[in-house]
């Protein structure tokens, strides 16, 4: 009787236990699997390979926006950003730091935002874009095989996607691919 209470004990902790165990066991196999670790690194082929015409208002009062011809002839980073988005707060200090080592010209893509929320937000946290487009109803960054916030990638100067990053831009991310990417175009 006291070998089957004791059973009883341990079958009712593993019915406990063996759901949490299989959910951790999950989650760290999603951590450590290589499609997960490098889903935010996508090869320019992941969308457009260049980028297509347009043009944008600016979020600022007075400022020039933004069109492909601004990104023709040079190399620069676009950042696709929006003020109501929280991973875009963690990667701005990355783009401020870009900026002040005015390294490469950094262009941001307002999306789905209304102009006055983010001038409000860069009056509040900086800005370090070059210029702003207003992409208001999101057709530009749809064009651009956007699919969320924040995006960024590197454009040569004949307007062709090199690099694509998606999620919150870290100083890591941005010295392991953007760096050497933007060396090696400035180079040519």
Known sequence: MRKEKR?????????????????????????????????TSLPASASVKSIP??????????????????????????????????????????????????????YG???????????AWLQKNGNPYTRIGADQDGRVASEWGIYGVPETLLIDGNGRVLHRHSGALTAGKLDEHFLPLIQKASAR
């Open 7 to 39: 059973w009883n004990n341990v079958l009712q902790r593993c019915r406990v236990c063996l759901p949490v165990i299989g959910l951790v066991s999950v989650a760290t196999f999603l951590l450590l699997h290589p499609i997960y670790r490098h889903w």
């Open 109 to 119: 893509l307002n999306f789905r935002d209304a102009p006055e929320q983010a001038r």
């Open 53 to 106: 015409e347009f043009s944008l208002a600016s979020v600022t009062a007075g400022e020039r926006g933004l069109s492909d011809k601004d990104l023709a002839g040079i190399t620069s980073i676009v950042n696709v950003w929006a003020s109501w988005c929280s991973e875009c707060r963690i990667e701005h200090p990355v783009f401020m730091d870009l900026a002040r080592r005015n390294l490469v010209n950094v």
